[in-house]
């Protein structure tokens, strides 16, 4: 009897599965989930809305906040007329404040859908206002802020469920499972593709308009840079949809490494289940001739080292995951034909491309047996392959049950995959002026890299108000404890 046969026996016998998760016992009241809404851009508007409103027997939305109050306004009447389509009658509060949204002891859970360098702040502030979250990756702008994040969130016990959707895509899942099950054996190395961006922006100075706390959006950011939209979105409505200027935009994002890097890398550190050691590699950075803004890197090529396995990231690898075996096998796993918003790309598939899912050989994809799913969470300390097919399900799932380890993508784990996206960033900007690029160890027990010039990236962002440290502080939380690991 081979070791799959006992497995498998074992299991027909009566072992115990940990499938899937199980179900908790904890639920919330029986009554519907009461969500509210923090930034109506482009993903609030196209994605993550309409993902939990469709869901009407189990929530409602409530509130949006947005610091553009046009945004919001324009917010509460989308999300009114989509109930009223449905025969709902459901008025939306606005805000433009999500400090006093958040005083409403009546919602359960809040959408986070703003800009990057917001993440960490508000979703601390969520969290010791004790509601669940639903946050947009990248989990954080910056590593600690990531941790605080992710502390915070085990102290206080709730719900966080973090957009790196593709965990609930079957294509990816199943690549992962299959990984970590050993159907490649030893994992020699990981390529991964995740586009480039281009030059734009505008950086004249334009009049802040009338109805849009600019200060506010800028938030622990430098409160001195002058407003363009370009800087922050269109103000226009009919292009709500479109692509925002911030994300190309650092400090506010840091352009694709955390952008498409939180999708794709997340599947790596998902299936590679390993920190990296250190990274090294160099990359180009936008034309800044003229007027335009709009600063991040644009070509790359990053070589992480985890767990011996060389992770590559390639601009001209395409857009996607291939794990690569001891052997030279491979498995692939892409998007396909998904497009997600209204501004992605066409999803067409070029000539000499993969399609979603793919193999050196056809029985690599061969269909897992349930006692070898058993196994590898077992061998992997217990950790649930959650089958979710709605990302956003899963969410409110586990806000009904109250139970934290429900969703698919928690913070912890999304922390650890925007930390892997963070340390290339940081080598990128420690490659500037370097012709043979730059090199960064990473003790990722400790969260430190040993260089100093490095390390400087790993601090929150702080302005006045806008501070980590005093909205931990108000909660009588020691703020040098909750930027490392606990």
């Known amino acids: 009897m081979d070791r799959r046969q006992f497995l498998c026996g074992a299991l027909a016998g009566g072992a115990a599965p940990l499938l899937f998760g199980g179900c908790a016992g904890k639920f919330l009241a029986n009554r519907k989930i009461n969500v509210a809404v923090i930034g109506y851009g482009r993903i609030a508007h196209t994605m993550d809305v309409p993902g939990v409103q469709q869901f009407t027997d189990r929530c409602v939305v409530t509130a949006v906040c947005d610091y553009d109050a046009t945004r919001a306004e324009y917010g509460k009447k989308v999300i009114e007329e989509r109930y009223a389509k449905k025969g709902i009658v459901q008025e939306v509060k606005t805000y433009g404040d999500y400090r006093e949204m958040l005083a409403d002891k009546s919602i359960d859970a809040v959408l986070l859908c703003i800009p990057d360098h917001q993440h960490a702040i508000v979703a ?32 206080k016990g709730l719900v966080v469920q973090v957009g790196a959707w593709q965990r609930s895509r079957p294509q990816f899942r199943k690549v992962v499972q299959l990984v970590r099950n050993g159907r490649l054996g030893r994992i020699a190395r990981v390529e991964v593709g995740i586009g480039c961006d281009k030059s734009g922006g505008n950086r004249t100075p334009e009049p802040v308009p009338a109805t849009f706390n600019y200060d506010a959006w800028l938030g622990p950011t430098d409160p001195t840079v002058p407003y363009n939209w370009t800087r922050c979105h269109n103000r226009d409505l009919k292009h709500i949809g479109d692509r925002p200027g911030w994300i190309q935009l650092a400090p506010y994002g840091w352009g694709m490494i955390t952008n498409w890097g939180a999708h794709h890398l997340d599947i790596t550190a998902w299936g590679l289940n390993c920190d990296p050691s250190s990274v090294r590699g160099t990359c180009e950075w936008m034309d800044l001739s003229g007027n335009k803004l709009w600063n991040v890197h644009t070509t790359y090529d990053l070589h992480y080292d985890c767990g011996g396995a060389d992770v590559h990231v390639n601009n001209k690898f395409q857009m996607g995951v291939k794990f690569i075996g001891e052997n030279g096998d491979w498995l692939w796993c892409t998007r396909g034909a998904v497009k997600v918003t209204p501004s992605d790309p066409e999803p067409k598939v070029a000539p000499g491309q993969l399609g979603p899912i793919a193999a050196s050989k056809p029985e690599l994809l061969d269909d897992l047996l349930p006692c070898e799913i058993e196994d590898n969470a077992l061998a992997h300390g217990g950790e649930k392959f959650l089958r979710t097919d709605d990302h956003f399900l899963n969410f409110l799932e586990a806000v009904a049950r109250e139970d934290p380890q ?9 922390h650890k995959s925007t930390a892997f996206c963070s340390l290339g960033r940081m080598c990128m900007e420690l490659s500037r002026g370097k ?25 929150p962002f702080s302005r006045g108000r806008f501070d980590l440290a005093l909205s931990l502080k108000a909660a009588g939380l020691d703020y040098a404890k909750y930027i490392k690991p606990m």
């Not at 910056?142 to 994040?149: A, D, F, K």
């Not at 690029?437 to 010039?453: I, Q, R």
Request: glycine fraction near 8%; charged fraction near 25%; hydrophobic fraction near 40%.
């Open 406 to 414: 429900y969703t698919v993508c928690d913070a912890e784990g999304a």
């Open 435 to 459: 012709k043979d690029g730059a090199t960064l160890a990473w003790d990722a027990k400790k969260e430190v890299s040993g260089n100093a010039e490095a390390d400087k990236m790993l601090v």
């Open 124 to 155: 601390t502030d969520c969290l010791l206002a004790g509601k669940h979250i639903y946050l947009q990756k990248p989990f954080a702008q910056t590593i600690q802020e990531g941790r605080v994040v992710a502390n915070v969130a085990k102290k």
